[in-house]
């Protein structure tokens, strides 16, 4: 049985080193951008029932290019989050941001879900309240 495991996983050595550099390079990502996205959120972001993130009546080329660029960057970060619930890295609170920046029906409704945990509360504020910035306000 060992042999045939030790063959198996030498056998697949090169996706495993790509699964530990993919692994790696998540951490570092959500090391990078979690605290980037969290400094830069106003502080009753969470509030549902304020308006925010409405574009302008007319839309110029330059609000409809932040737009998709804003929802792919939300796309990709959810993506990764979802991957680092398996792998290396703060995956809720990459979840999180992600779906902070997307633009989707029922948005509100899944970080709701999501931020009813506390210990996601307490890491997000006491990251802001290490830096300065005032804590998020959430709805109960």
């Given at each position: 049985?060992?042999?045939?495991?030790?063959?198996?996983?030498?056998?697949?050595?090169?996706?495993?080193?790509?699964?530990?550099?993919?692994?790696?390079?998540?951490?570092?990502?959500?090391?990078?951008?979690?605290?980037?996205?969290?400094?830069?959120?106003?502080?009753?972001?969470?509030?549902?029932?304020?308006?925010?993130?409405?574009?302008p009546?007319?839309?110029?080329?330059?609000?409809?290019?932040?737009?998709?660029?804003?929802?792919?960057?939300?796309?990709?970060?959810?993506?990764?989050?979802?991957?680092?619930?398996?792998?290396?890295?703060?995956?809720?609170?990459?979840?999180?941001?992600?779906?902070?920046?997307?633009?989707i029906?029922?948005?509100?409704?899944?970080?709701?879900?999501?931020?009813?945990?506390?210990?996601?509360?307490?890491?997000?504020?006491?990251?802001?309240?290490?830096?300065?910035?005032?804590?998020?306000?959430?709805?109960?």
């Amino acid at each position: 049985m060992s042999e045939f495991m030790i063959g198996w996983v030498l056998q697949y050595q090169e996706v495993f080193v790509w699964i530990g550099l993919l692994s790696f390079l998540t951490f570092l990502l959500g090391l990078l951008l979690v605290p980037f996205v969290i400094m830069r959120l106003p502080e009753d972001y969470f509030l549902f029932h304020k308006i925010n993130g409405q574009a302008p009546i007319g839309f110029g080329g330059a609000s409809i290019l932040f737009l998709v660029l804003k929802n792919f960057i939300g796309g990709v970060l959810l993506c990764l989050g979802f991957l680092m619930l398996f792998l290396p890295g703060p995956g809720l609170m990459v979840v999180v941001i992600g779906l902070a920046l997307l633009d989707i029906p029922g948005k509100r409704r899944m970080l709701g879900r999501v931020l009813r945990i506390a210990g996601i509360r307490t890491v997000i504020n006491g990251l802001r309240v290490r830096r300065g910035r005032p804590a998020l306000k959430f709805e109960d």
